[in-house]
């Protein structure tokens, strides 16, 4: 059973940092691209960061500079630093992979979220 589980979330004031960890079980970790995605109220889902199996990684333009998505494939665990934090990144953050074995090819696997609140 593959588990995503999101932590380090938290209320920060503008400028301040915090750093996000999604700890994965049931998948082979270093065959999986790994996703950040954040939703604030009213709005719809959106990519924050990605990071490849190889390393790779891809950024919305609004944090580009700001976060930093990283992997310890000896963890199986993804990582967002976020730093210069803005009001505007508020929302809570999913963890998110596909998968990748022959009976799963494509399919979503979500974790429950960690809430980023950033007071102005």
């Known amino acids: 059973q593959v588990q995503l589980v999101e932590s380090g979330g938290g209320l920060v004031q503008a400028g301040g940092s915090l750093r996000l960890s999604c700890a994965a079980s049931g998948i082979i970790f270093s065959l999986n691209a790994m996703v950040w995605y954040r939703q604030s109220p009213g709005k719809q889902r959106e990519l924050v960061a990605q990071v490849t199996t190889g390393g790779s990684t891809v950024y919305t333009d609004s944090v580009k500079g700001r976060f930093t998505i990283s992997r310890d494939n000896t963890k199986n665990t993804v990582y967002l630093q976020m730093n210069s934090l803005k009001p505007e990144d508020t929302a809570v953050y999913y963890c998110?992979?596909?998968?990748?074995?022959?009976?799963?090819?494509?399919?979503?696997?979500w974790g429950k979220g960690t809430l980023v609140t950033v007071s102005s």
């Open positions: 998110h992979t596909k998968g990748v074995a022959p009976t799963v090819y494509g399919r979503d696997y």
